[in-house]
């Protein structure tokens, strides 16, 4: 089977034979009353990674935007959220708006909309809350993410990013979007997963020394929820490891990937969506999902708001000829239901 449903970008996999041993998988504490050992280490090893002065790990994004968002509700925000973001950090968001904040939905990508919703809020004393994600898969462009960045700081608020399908694949050294588009300051807050470019089920949190401060003081889950486990940390620091050795090298395998995806797309005349990203979306072609499963090739059929999509995820592990064989594939099936509805 020739899996393109898999989100490991980079092709980093982490068995337990490559993993430094532990002597406890976990503490049986909170994080609040004691660090898992090396974890403050690999914090400051993911903020410089990412260009911040700061990090911090959770378990998971879903923890790291239900706290964040529980400590933003106290102040005088509005939460304006970019169309394309992700469904755990809008659960985040709308736990802040549950606790008093207004929310506001723009299109994606519209400057002049999240514009005019700043300078509006703004006039009612309210400082923006821009949530967006780094990349919205099956995008042709990034979003403007320095002007989302201007806003925020301009306003006296925040640009909160979910940066989880950048990291590790994109910015320098796989530092994510704060190294690509050049962001900084402490209007910049950063919420991602490594389980993508990474391989590796954590999330950190990453922004100013300030930001973290307060955070600290603040987290709920800190409290009343465990830690990363020693597995998760360990396989954490090997692919920080395997990054520094190895990242640019695994990036560029994955770019031109991407370019063989896209130049063998063109030359069948299939439409194909995704820019340079490996998330490659084929319009109106879910319908060919089964087919191509029982011919040997795996893709996601996702659903939209007319025929769903056909989604293929490229890895840097995949070769040349398996790329060929799926679009040889896909070509034929394609073809073939064309001619019998001709």
Sequence with gaps: MLDFSSALYLGMRHPAAALAPWSSLS???PAALQEPPGA??????????????????????????????G???????????????YAIARWGAERAQALGLPLRLFPSGEMAALRQLVET????????????????????HLLPLAGYAALAQQGGGYLLLDDTQVLGVMGTQGGGSARLHGLHGESLIVG???????GVPLAVL????????????HSQTRVHASPPSAAVLAAARRALALNARHGDVLRARLADRVAQWKTGMAAAGIVCRGGSFPVQRLPGRAHLQPALRAAGVLALAQAGNGPGALTFLLRADQTPRQLE???NLLEHHIRRRYERSV
């Design 71 to 85: 400590m933003l509700a106290a102040e005088r925000l509005v939460i304006l959220v970019d169309g394309g973001s």
């Design 27 to 29: 503490l049986g504490q």
């Design 206 to 217: 990453a922004g100013s020394r300030k930001l973290f401060r307060r955070f600290v003081a």
């Design 192 to 198: 991602a997963s490594l389980a993508k470019g990474f």
């Design 325 to 327: 064989q799926a679009m």
């Design 40 to 69: 403050r280490a690999l914090a400051m090893d993911l903020a410089a990674l990412q260009g911040c002065e700061a990090a911090w790990m959770l378990p998971s994004t879903l923890h790291l935007f239900w706290d964040l968002f």
């Design 121 to 140: 809020w703004g006039r009612q004393g309210r400082r923006p809350l821009i949530l967006a994600d780094g990349y919205v898969p099956g995008s042709e």
